[in-house]
Antibody, heavy 123, light 107 residues
């Protein structure tokens, strides 16, 4: 059974860096047909895809334009996890953050999700 | 970006009813269309991928159809646990985008 376990702080100060991790069990972060995503959800923005990392003989990343200058998603094969780093946060980054798995055979539908982390940006 | 527009935004129905939710893409996305159900306080759950492929464990009263720009999610014979919010999502091209959601409420 595949599980994604998120961890990270729930409160971040404005202008600082939001850092979350997503530990993967029951699957391989290096799978040649999977993609590992970060999504956030807020009342004002709805469900917003932030980016993904995936391995196809080498590592690739795709990022949403809205955050691409501030975001880094990294895989960590030794720990079987992915991480999200979002720099220079503002109150508009307040949201529930999710990691999710997607597979090519499933049209990259996100079939396994983390439990979600509520992140508040406030001083 | 590909815009996804769902209708209606909210819907009231009764147990046993048949309901249809539509999703329109701003450009053709072939069948790279997925449907999710989200209950309050929970992560979204993938119901249907590739426009019509029911995920394992999802009841057969859920069905999806469409291709190109127009898609539908149909729930036949609504059950109490089906009252939730539903989202469509396109994965044809990045950035991956979601519809704004359809809230299904009990009449």
């Amino acid at each position: 059974q595949v599980q994604l376990q998120q961890s990270g702080p729930g409160l971040v100060k404005p202008s600082q860096t939001l850092s979350l991790t997503c530990a993967i069990s029951g699957d391989s972060v290096s799978s040649n047909s999977a993609a590992w995503n970060w999504i956030r959800q807020s009342p004002s923005r709805g469900l917003e895809w932030l980016g993904r990392t995936y391995y196809r003989s080498k590592w690739y990343n795709d990022y949403a334009v809205s955050v691409q200058r501030r975001i880094i998603i990294n895989p960590d094969t030794s720990k079987s996890q992915i991480s999200l780093q979002l720099n220079s946060v503002t109150p508009e980054d307040t949201a529930i953050y999710y990691c999710a798995r997607a597979y090519e055979y499933n049209a990259y539908g996100m079939d396994v999700w983390g439990q979600g982390t509520t992140v508040t940006v406030s001083s | 970006d590909i815009q996804m527009t769902q209708s209606p935004s909210s819907l009231s129905a009764s147990v046993g009813d048949r309901v249809t939710i539509t999703c329109r893409a701003s450009q053709s996305i072939s069948t790279y269309l997925n449907w999710y159900q989200q209950r309050p306080g929970k992560a979204p759950k993938l119901l249907i991928s590739s426009a019509f492929s029911l995920q394992s464990g999802v009841p057969s009263r859920f069905g999806g159809s469409g291709s190109g720009t127009d898609f539908t999610l149909t729930i036949s014979c609504l059950q109490p646990e089906d009252f939730a919010t539903y989202y469509c999502q396109q994965t044809y091209r990045t950035p991956i985008t979601f519809g704004q959601g359809t809230r299904l409420e009990i009449k």
